[in-house]
């Protein structure tokens, strides 16, 4: 599967930005907010829930590429007939609070079933950071296999800083940094580093080898339009102060 050429280009150069938000949030005003203000501050890419209302809704407002992210493969058939770009099975970080876990071997099912659905659709897919690193590495492997264009890392959850300000804010991102690392080292696609992220941080993501981030609360859980831009646009701008060359093989 070719990733859409604007995707890639941001892959290529690590400037793939991408604002997530919730897959589990069906607030059409909400994700309204923030698709709006992902476009206006410059993101390469939304991420929203796999539902068909929502996607045509938000396909009607923004030009940016839309991927839904779902964790029932059924559900992408729909959101890409509404006009979604990409699908993402994950990101989990919601289901963690609820106590479900996800397991290497049903993330990989996942991926078959959603291949055998929509085989020429780009996949992203999440690899759970409950699993040791070496076996987050392993999965990836085997989801690209599967037919992973995209593996995509988390790891907010997990974290509990123990400060505040800037060192806290690198203890936050700290697990899917390590798993970006981890995980770019061992598949040649695009690794997406999210879950935890910051302005501070993502400049760490793309020099640990990722190809761009992904976003989310700290965007989605602002109720000031005005500071959801500007939280995008310092993104952005960070991901201008490192140099980092993704080339497929």
């Not at 793939?16 to 994700?31: C, E, Q, Y």
């Not at 839309?66 to 979604?84: K, N, R, Y």
């Not at 397991?103 to 992203?124: I, K």
């Not at 993501?205 to 992904?214: F, K, L, V, W």
């Amino acid at each position: 599967m070719t990733i859409p050429s604007r995707l890639q280009s941001a892959f290529e150069q690590g400037r793939a930005l991408k604002i997530i938000s919730g897959l589990n949030n069906f607030d059409r005003d909400r994700v309204a907010a923030v698709v709006k203000a992902a476009e206006l501050g410059g993101a390469t890419f939304v991420d929203i829930a796999a539902d068909p209302a929502l996607v045509a809704q938000m396909r009607s407002l923004v030009s940016l590429p839309i991927c839904v992210s779902a964790v029932e493969p059924e559900l992408f058939v729909a959101a890409v007939a509404a006009g979604a770009d990409l699908i993402e099975i994950g990101n989990f970080d919601s289901f963690y609070a609820q106590g479900r876990q996800f397991s290497g071997a049903e993330v990989l099912d996942l991926t078959h079933r959603t291949r055998s659905l929509l085989p020429q659709v780009t996949l992203s897919v999440t690899v759970p950071h409950t699993l040791p690193l070496d076996q987050q590495a392993y999965l990836a492997e085997a989801l690209v296999r599967a037919g992973a264009d995209i593996i995509q890392t988390e790891g907010g959850t997990s974290s509990q800083p123990t400060h505040a300000g800037t060192l806290g804010l690198m203890e936050k991102a700290a697990p899917t940094l390590a798993a970006a690392y981890e995980i770019s080292r061992s598949v040649q696609v695009p690794v997406l580093c999210a879950s935890g992220l910051s302005s501070v941080t993502a400049p760490l993501a793309i020099a640990a080898g990722a190809a761009g981030i992904g976003v989310g609360s700290a965007v989605n859980q602002l109720n000031d339009h005005v500071a959801m831009v500007a939280i995008v646009r310092s993104l952005m701008e960070s991901l201008t102060t490192v140099s980092r060359s993704w080339v497929p093989v």
